[in-house]
């Protein structure tokens, strides 16, 4: 009985240790590491000076301001309505809301070009929403306004995502206590709720922010790409380098935005990991 039962539990779905260990090792390595290792090689293949004047450069210092300040301020306006778009799938019945929770993946599933030609479109002076506000003065196409519109469209999922799971675990036992015990919903909510939500919040923050900075397709026609109006993205940047054979200045600008990512996401995993022993913890 016992060999039967050690040789049932030697058995796996997927059979072979070492055969998808290599698998994985050898698609990690195709996929990933060799491109990011060229990206570092041909990077350090420039000279300090160098590489310094490129990253610098005026054009490429607003290109910076651009994308993170916008990507910033979009993953902040994320990560409010985010909470009230999870919260209301979660708690709430009401016609639709299948419906509604799959067009939240919208975002992921539509080519970001599309999005991006689609959004111009409908916030330029002569489109639906962008004509109403530029009777009262106020542009949002070509304009800074636009490109953080374009990047809150792409970036409301990975909020979304990441709340709804802990909002759907969490045991409405504990609010009831703080009921039972005279608290109001705000106290309930801030003191109870929001501390459990905090973690899945920052970690959809980043992901949002993260996703913005590097974005691309659905931000370059809003955007207008205007070096005068500094409305260029990062990303724009390097594929302009690219367009005019300038390897060199295009690896040394996306070596800054893969450290900026690696960091990013270094952020964002010490958050689920402390999350994860806090929850095994309770």
Same mark, same amino acid.
Request: net charge positive; glycine share 8%; hydrophobic share 50%.
């Given at each position: 009985?016992?060999?039967?039962?050690?040789?049932?539990?030697?058995?796996?779905?997927?059979?072979?240790?070492?055969?998808?260990?290599?698998?994985?090792? !050898?698609?990690?390595?195709?996929?990933?590491?060799?491109?990011?290792?060229?990206?570092?090689?041909?990077?350090?293949?420039?000279?300090?000076?160098?590489?310094?004047?490129?990253?610098?450069?005026?054009?490429?210092?607003?290109?910076?301001?651009?994308?993170?300040?916008?990507?910033?301020?979009? !993953?902040?306006?994320?990560?409010?309505?985010?909470?009230?778009?999870?919260?209301?799938?979660?708690?709430?019945?009401?016609?639709?809301?299948?419906?509604?929770?799959?067009?939240?993946?919208?975002?992921?599933?539509?080519?970001?070009?599309?999005?991006?030609?689609?959004?111009?479109?409908?916030?330029?002076?002569?489109?639906?929403?962008?004509?109403?506000?530029?009777?009262?003065?106020?542009?949002?196409?070509?304009?800074?306004?636009?490109?953080?519109?374009?990047?809150?469209?792409?970036?409301?999922?990975?909020?979304?995502?990441?709340?709804?799971?802990?909002?759907?675990?969490?045991?409405?036992?504990?609010?009831?206590?703080?009921?039972?015990?005279?608290?109001?919903?705000?106290?309930?909510?801030?003191?109870?709720?929001?501390?459990?939500?905090?973690?899945?919040?920052?970690?959809?923050?980043?992901?949002?922010?993260?996703?913005?900075?590097?974005?691309?397709?659905?931000?370059?026609?809003?955007?207008?790409?205007?070096?005068?109006?500094?409305?260029?993205?990062?990303?724009?940047?390097?594929?302009?380098?690219?367009?005019?054979?300038?390897?060199?200045? !295009?690896?040394?600008? !996306?070596?800054?935005?893969?450290?900026?990512?690696?960091?990013?996401?270094?952020?964002?995993?010490?958050?689920?990991?402390?999350?994860?022993?806090?929850?095994?913890?309770?």
């Amino acid at each position: 009985m016992r060999s039967m039962r050690s040789n049932s539990a030697k058995r796996r779905v997927i059979p072979g240790y070492r055969l998808t260990l290599g698998i994985t090792v !050898a698609m990690l390595s195709v996929f990933i590491l060799i491109p990011l290792a060229s990206v570092l090689v041909k990077s350090l293949s420039l000279k300090p000076s160098e590489f310094i004047e490129i990253i610098l450069a005026p054009k490429v210092l607003y290109a910076f301001g651009t994308s993170i300040g916008c990507s910033l301020i979009a !993953a902040v306006i994320n990560s409010f309505f985010g909470l009230i778009i999870a919260w209301t799938l979660v708690r709430y019945d009401f016609p639709g809301k299948r419906i509604l929770d799959g067009l939240i993946e919208l975002p992921f599933a539509l080519p970001t070009a599309v999005a991006g030609i689609t959004l111009s479109k409908l916030y330029s002076d002569t489109g639906l929403i962008g004509s109403f506000f530029s009777r009262i003065g106020v542009d949002i196409s070509y304009t800074h306004i636009g490109l953080t519109i374009a990047l809150i469209f792409i970036g409301i999922p990975f909020v979304v995502r990441s709340v709804q799971p802990v909002l759907e675990k969490l045991d409405p036992q504990y609010e009831e206590a703080a009921y039972t015990l005279g608290a109001s919903g705000r106290t309930a909510f801030f003191r109870v709720i929001f501390p459990e939500l905090r973690p899945a919040l920052l970690v959809g923050f980043g992901l949002a922010f993260a996703r913005g900075i590097g974005e691309y397709g659905s931000v370059i026609y809003i955007s207008g790409n205007s070096e005068k109006n500094h409305t260029q993205v990062i990303s724009y940047i390097i594929m302009q380098k690219l367009n005019y054979l300038d390897y060199s200045g !295009a690896t040394a600008i !996306a070596l800054v935005m893969l450290v900026v990512s690696f960091l990013l996401l270094f952020v964002i995993n010490i958050i689920q990991i402390r999350q994860a022993r806090r929850t095994n913890d309770v």
